[in-house]
């Protein structure tokens, strides 16, 4: 069974930085392709950031260049460094597999306001 424990989430001003951790037991870690997804109110969760098992990232358009994803294999944890934040990124975050699993955590809120 996949399990997934967010935590970073917070209120953040237009312009700041805020760094997501993601604690995933997931059997054979290294193994798996991981991404973190958002879903704002009203909206789809969508897929923001996704890292192979061999280390290779893809954004969203949204992210590209403000955002960076990383997992430590060791410690079976997934990062989302996220920089220069806007009010459009305001959204609950979640880890999990990529493609998605059926098990999903709690989430962790990001609020970009002023």
């Known amino acids: 069974q996949v399990q997934l424990v967010e935590s970073g989430g917070g209120l953040v001003q237009p312009g700041g930085s805020l760094r997501l951790s993601c604690a995933a037991s997931?059997?054979?870690?290294?193994?798996?392709?991981m991404a973190w997804y958002r879903q704002a109110p009203g909206k789809q969760r969508e897929l923001v950031a996704r890292?192979?098992?061999?280390?290779?990232?893809n954004y969203a358009d949204s992210v590209e260049g403000r955002f960076t994803i990383s997992r430590d294999n060791t410690k079976k944890m997934v990062y989302l460094q996220m920089n220069s934040l806007q009010p459009e990124d305001t959204a609950v975050y979640y880890c999990?597999?990529?493609?998605?699993?059926?098990?999903w955590g709690q989430g962790t809120q990001v609020t970009v306001s002023s």
């Open positions: 999990n597999t990529n493609p998605p699993s059926g098990f």
């Open positions: 997931v059997g054979l870690f290294r193994l798996v392709n």
């Open positions: 890292i192979t098992d061999g280390g290779f990232t």
